[in-house]
């Protein structure tokens, strides 16, 4: 592996381990690994991340609040049934920065430029991470004990101060996939944005508005909102709101790919946890590192999985106009809980489409032309201003930091991140990512993610081999891959327990933590079941 030389730097050696991101995970890492007192890094002027900075007013958590907090910070009001806002998440997440003390740790305003490795200087590091027999061999300890990467800082106010270099032993990932470089989509020359007379803008800029600036854009204008996730939901339901009244315009999501949306955490008057939370709804969905009995279960268990996707398609489609509007998903509820996609909707949201003020359009190939948008059916959207709902590209935001070869190894033959326990890349030296693979409680995960990580810093256990790894990270993949045709998503969310568990084993906790058989096997899971309290 190419590595510049420690030489060539002047570089801060402040801490053993760098943090890049104060955002959820970025907090989550800092507080497992306050031991070592890591200098963590944030380009803004905030903690939080897309909850700071990638929100829109009517933002709101997508769970309960016992499902998104840490294992010892509870909610004030945790039994709350209503979904807190972005503000009462980021006051949460500033609660438990503040408790903990964990803000002295992090530096403000200090982006990220570039990543450097360094760790063929020594030759400690030589036989472990850069010999070709790599990949069959042990990845090693994550202190190396010297410099493994230099990280290149500059001033978020002012792109042309000087880069500052911080070298590492160990640097925890955590800037997420979302935020930072939206995902625009690409046009057929004259086709783009260029010949619109209206006004394009991303929905990353549209959370950057306040609330007034966001209302005057949209009122009384004609919008076409592109795409159908949650951010695209919240932005076109701001939209309507803004034109009540007869001087108002409606608002058109344009819809390519449909998913299926919930309106609240209950079917059919039975709680939503029952069918996929508990360890017993989980155990008849396939998992890594099954037996061949319970390979042979789940083959057997197929109609039961199809029978519980189908009781809940069926409430959706009683509870909520999806036929009507021709927003029935072709594909089962399942593969979109397995991929992380379901997203609850705003109880005002079809109520708006009664009345006239949302529209869709199911259109897979569109462009611009000088009066709105345009469709592969020949038909025509006017438009005065189009948003592009259309997500982001994190792993170009990862790849743009990484220095070669380590960018080239962020992606398998199947466009994934093949990350151990969700977190350590089998193929890059002394760096963890936390914050790439989803699960239905994201806090949750990152969480128990970082205190297994500060356990392999801390040598209470070593990793498995490269090729171990590797194999569980196949194994994994192999699994999503069987379970929805969305697995680029990465999303362990139908057998998020079994991974929790394996965990818990690695770092010699006991897997199942209810206090009984019956909680065991009928009471969701969430932090607090994993709080070191309970290990004592």
């Not at 790919?257 to 360890?279: A, N």
């Not at 069987?482 to 897997?511: L, P």
């Amino acid at each position: 592996m190419a590595a510049q030389h420690l030489n060539q730097f002047q570089f801060h050696s402040v801490s053993k381990i760098g943090i890049i991101g104060a955002g959820i995970s970025g907090i989550a890492a800092a507080k497992q690994l306050s031991g070592h007192s890591p200098v963590v890094f944030e380009a803004t002027d905030s903690i939080g991340g897309v909850w700071k900075h990638c929100s829109y007013a009517s933002t709101k958590l997508q769970t309960p609040r016992c499902d998104f907090e840490f294992s010892d910070y509870p909610w004030s009001e945790r039994d709350n049934a209503n979904f807190p806002s972005h503000v009462e998440v980021l006051e949460y997440l500033h609660g438990y920065a503040t408790h903990f003390d964990l803000l002295k740790f992090v530096k403000f305003g200090s982006k990220v430029v570039e990543i450097r490795y360094v760790g063929d200087d020594h030759s400690t590091t030589t036989s472990t991470h850069s010999s070709e027999n790599y990949t069959s061999g042990e990845y090693g300890n994550l202190l190396a004990g010297h410099p493994v990467w230099v990280v290149g800082v500059q001033s978020s106010n002012n792109p042309d101060s000087t880069i500052e270099w911080y070298g590492f032993e160990f640097i925890v990932v955590c800037i997420g996939k979302y935020g930072d470089i939206p995902r625009i989509p690409t046009f057929p020359r004259n086709k783009g944005q260029e010949v619109f007379k209206g006004k394009v803008m991303h929905s990353m800029d549209y959370s950057k508005l306040d609330q007034e600036a966001a209302r005057e854009l949209v009122k009384g204008k004609k919008v076409a909102v592109i795409g159908y996730k949650k951010s695209a939901i919240d932005l076109a339901l701001e939209c309507a709101e803004a034109n009540q009244g007869p001087d108002g315009q409606s608002c058109t999501m344009v819809v390519r790919t449909l998913h299926w949306t919930v309106p609240s955490y209950w079917i059919w008057g039975l709680p939503f946890f029952l069918f996929y939370s508990t360890r017993s709804s989980q155990f008849v969905h396939e998992r890594p590192n099954q037996s061949f009995l319970k390979a042979l279960f789940c083959l057997f268990s197929s109609p039961m999985r199809k029978v519980v996707s189908k009781f809940i398609e069926s409430y959706l489609l009683w509870k909520l106009p999806l036929v009507k509007y021709g927003l029935k998903p072709e594909h089962p509820f399942l593969e979109d809980y397995a991929s992380c996609q379901m997203a609850i909707l705003p109880d005002n949201f079809f109520p708006e489409a009664d009345k006239g003020n949302l529209k869709f359009k199911r259109a897979s190939k569109w462009w611009f032309y000088d009066g709105g948008v345009e469709f592969e059916d020949n038909t025509r959207l006017e438009a005065d201003v189009v948003v592009l709902a259309t997500g982001y590209d994190g792993k170009k935001k990862l790849q743009s930091v990484l220095p070669e070869p380590f960018r080239s190894l962020m992606l398998d033959s199947s466009g994934t991140m093949p990350l151990y326990r969700g977190t350590i890349h089998p193929l890059i030296p002394n760096m963890a990512f936390v914050g790439f693979i989803e699960s239905v409680s994201n806090l949750h995960t990152a969480e128990l993610r970082c205190k297994w990580l500060s356990r392999v810093v801390d040598n209470k256990f070593k990793l498995p081999s490269v090729k171990e790894m590797l194999d569980q990270i196949s194994r994994e993949m192999a699994v999503m891959k069987r379970t929805t045709r969305f697995y680029k998503r990465h999303c362990i969310s139908t057998f998020s327990i079994n991974h929790s568990d394996e965990i818990c084993e690695e770092m010699g906790w006991k897997s199942w933590r209810k206090s009984n058989w019956l909680s065991e096997a009928f009471s969701p899971y969430n932090s607090r079941d994993y709080n070191e309290e309970k290990e004592d």
